[in-house]
């Protein structure tokens, strides 16, 4: 169990982050005291390294994160911000991690794996299944709009021809 004070600082954290708005006062204090859902990284730690089978998903409460690759670990690939959700695709999926997630300083994360879903209440997994899906859902949306976009630019491009 965390001590009231860290309790306190990753409460304020969880209200100022978008996945945890349809979750109650009392549901956010049970994530929060959960000592083996959050976790804080230092400068230079992976928080995922590519090649890893586990299937953890992470929400950034604090700090920021690079994202890289093995084959070019000097070249930033993006920044992930607070708020932001990452390493879904492996619980989706089974397949092994694609990328290194470092923190570029201190950072703080709710982490979610198999045992910590089988163990939280029923009701609070439904939450975050139900915030992992429309996470899901703006992200294909989001892909639809660019590749409808990109068709578009192609087709300009070829009517120019």
Same mark, same amino acid.
């Given at each position: 169990m965390a001590q009231p004070r860290e309790i306190q600082k990753i409460l304020k954290l969880m209200n100022k982050t978008e996945f945890f708005k349809e979750f109650s006062s009392a549901e956010k204090k049970t994530i929060a005291g959960l000592k083996s859902l959050v976790a804080t990284h230092k400068r230079g730690d992976f928080v995922i390294r590519?090649?890893?089978?586990d299937s953890t998903i992470y929400i950034l409460l604090e700090g920021k994160l690079a994202i890289t690759k093995n084959d070019a670990p000097d070249a930033e690939l993006s920044t992930l911000h607070p708020g932001a959700?990452?390493?879904e695709v492996p619980l989706i999926t089974g +397949?092994?991690?694609?990328?290194?997630?470092?923190?570029?300083?201190?950072v703080i994360v709710v982490k979610m794996d198999g045992n910590s879903f089988a163990h939280l209440d029923p009701h609070i997994l439904n939450k975050f299944k139900d915030q992992l899906l429309k996470l899901l859902i703006g992200r294909l949306d989001n892909m639809n709009k660019?590749?409808?976009?990109? +068709?578009?630019s192609i087709q300009k491009f070829y009517a120019r021809v």
């Open positions: 590519q090649g890893e089978t959700i990452f390493g +397949k092994s991690r694609t990328t290194n997630v470092i923190a570029k300083g201190k660019a590749l409808a976009e990109l +068709k578009a």
